[in-house]
């Protein structure tokens, strides 16, 4: 469905994030014909550049990072019709009279703030003192947001003087993937699961986001910040709530918000015995992690794991497990509820001891996966067998099915469809902060430094242990 004209400014339209995402997605969405001929895009930053070599720079950047561009290059020109650039500085005057009279009157416009939150404030004042922030106008801001509670709430009440909170548009981008959004489908789209769904048929939760990768050129920020606020604050903690919350009202933004807030507001304070933090060693060639960030003794942890619980009648008793880390075995993340086996098994015990695992498959494969048992074909008696019930979409749709659009694709068309259901609310935000300060704060004055743990493998022992000690493990990272 075509999205209202509109006028999308980046901000830090020359930027890692803008070369590599925003706009290789306004293209595909051109290119499917979601983005009407006359919604236009403006890059803003301090470069100094034409329309022309902007123009060129948005071509190299789709070139390279849309991976249909040879079969989209038909539409390249009439995207690129309506791309322009304005030299600008956030924190000076210079430029804005001429994006105030670029931006046009009368239609939807979304600002992507694609800078460091640093400069969130003075982009919002000046887009309020330029006269460009009116009720059409949506802002779009990225992470990190904040660094712990007392910064996150900082900028909450920075973009809170300029804008409305149904005007801005945090984005978290696990929430923009197909499966994340699929999983509320099943959940509560079926009868299936929902009765099964709290602590009397859930052994426990598992949640892995696992990257391969080390920090690579973003090492100096991510020092600053480490695995617990850069994936587990957000990323871990989004899909937590979307696995636990309760039934909303509604499919609308506040309903699913209001949810997701109750489900981290339950989480209890986690004990330290509960956490583990790890670092990578090096591997080869390839550098340990203290190299990479050009810090000899950084106490920055590449990798978290922990055990949660949420105390609320649904889910007492069932933990949570989380972890994500950088330099594992494999990229892959996935979201595992283990159901309790069967309270008596009529086939003895010789056919072993089964579970129903639902497996939400975010990468590198989107698809959800259901484990049931069945009997193990052939003659040699009543022996089980564990099969998936595979749900891979993109097989299950076949190859004429949709394409799926990559989550920023699916964002931007939702910022400006004005739907803020998959993006995090101020209150979100911060509440997700509470329960992540106080584990930070212990690391910090403790002193202590995380546990090295092998590159290529699933992070340090200690971490296997925050299960084997409770008699359960890990899936494998594949
Ligand atoms: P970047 O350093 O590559 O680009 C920053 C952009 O901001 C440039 O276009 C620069 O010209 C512009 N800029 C800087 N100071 C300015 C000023 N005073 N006035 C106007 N423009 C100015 O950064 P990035 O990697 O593109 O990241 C942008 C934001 O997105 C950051 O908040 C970052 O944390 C976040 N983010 C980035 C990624 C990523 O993969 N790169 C992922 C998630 C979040």
């Given amino acids: 469905i075509p999205v209202d004209p509109f006028d999308l400014v980046v901000f830090g339209g020359t930027g890692d994030l803008a070369r590599r995402k925003i706009l290789p997605a306004l293209f595909r969405r051109f290119c499917a014909g979601q983005m009407g001929a006359n919604a236009r895009v403006i890059g ?137 959004q699929n999983l509320m489908a099943v959940r509560f789209g079926n009868m299936l699961f929902e009765p099964l769904w709290n602590s009397q048929y859930v052994d426990h939760i598992q949640i892995t986001v696992a990257e391969s990768v080390g920090v690579g050129g973003r090492g100096d920020y991510y020092d600053r910040a480490g695995a617990m606020r850069d994936m587990m604050q957000n990323h871990l903690m989004q899909l937590l709530c979307l ?29 330290p015995d509960n956490v583990v933090r790890g670092q990578y060693e090096a591997d080869g060639d390839a550098p340990d992690y203290r190299t990479q960030v050009e810090t ?35 990229r892959a993340s996935e979201i595992a509820v283990v159901f309790k086996e069967a309270p008596h098994s009529i086939f003895g015990a010789e056919a072993g001891r089964h579970r129903n695992i639902l497996t939400i498959k975010l990468q590198p494969n989107e698809g959800i996966e259901l484990g049931v ?15 998936p019930l595979d749900m891979t979409f993109a097989e299950a749709l076949g190859e004429d099915g949709p394409d799926f659009p990559d989550a920023y694709e699916r964002l931007i068309m939702d910022v400006i469809r004005g739907n803020q259901t998959l993006f995090m609310r101020g209150d979100e935000v911060e509440a997700a902060w509470q329960w992540a300060d106080p584990v930070i704060q212990v690391w910090e004055e403790g002193g202590e430094t995380p546990i090295p743990y ?23 990272i594949k």
Avoid: C
Avoid at 88 to 104: N, R, S
Avoid at 127 to 147: C, Q, W
Avoid at 246 to 263: G, N, Q, S, Y
């Fill in 44 to 180: 803003a930053a301090r470069a100094d550049m034409d329309d022309a070599g902007y123009r060129s720079f948005v071509s190299d950047a789709i070139a390279e990072f849309d991976p249909d561009a040879a079969r989209h290059k038909d539409h390249l020109d009439s995207f690129l019709a309506n791309v322009s650039y304005v030299v600008l500085d956030a924190k000076g005057d210079a430029g804005w009279d001429k994006l105030a009279a670029t931006v046009q009157k009368g239609r939807v416009h979304a600002y992507y703030f694609s800078v460091g939150p640093g400069l969130f404030g003075d982009l919002a004042q000046r887009l309020h003192t330029y006269g460009m922030a009116d009720a059409n106008s949506r802002i779009v801001v990225e992470k990190p947001f904040g660094h712990d509670l007392a910064s996150a709430r900082d900028l909450n009440r920075v973009l809170a003087q300029h804008f409305d909170e149904h005007q801005v548009y945090r984005i978290d981008h696990y929430l923009g993937k197909e499966t994340v």
């Fill in 243 to 271: 696995i636990a919350m309760e039934p909303p009202a509604k499919f609308d933004p506040d309903a699913v918000r209001d949810e997701k807030l109750k489900v981290i507001r339950a989480l209890d304070p986690v004990a």
């Fill in 296 to 330: 000899p003794d950084s106490r920055t942890e590449s990798f978290v794991a922990l055990k949660a619980h949420i105390s609320n009648w649904r889910w007492a008793g069932t933990p949570f497990y989380l972890r994500t880390g950088k330099r594992l075995k494999d």
């Fill in 373 to 387: 048992t069945i009997k193990e074909p052939g003659p040699g008696g009543m022996r089980l067998l564990d099969v």
């Fill in 454 to 476: 092998a590159s290529g493998s699933a992070g340090p022992d200690d971490a296997l242990m925050l299960m084997h000690r409770d008699g359960r493990r890990w899936r494998e």
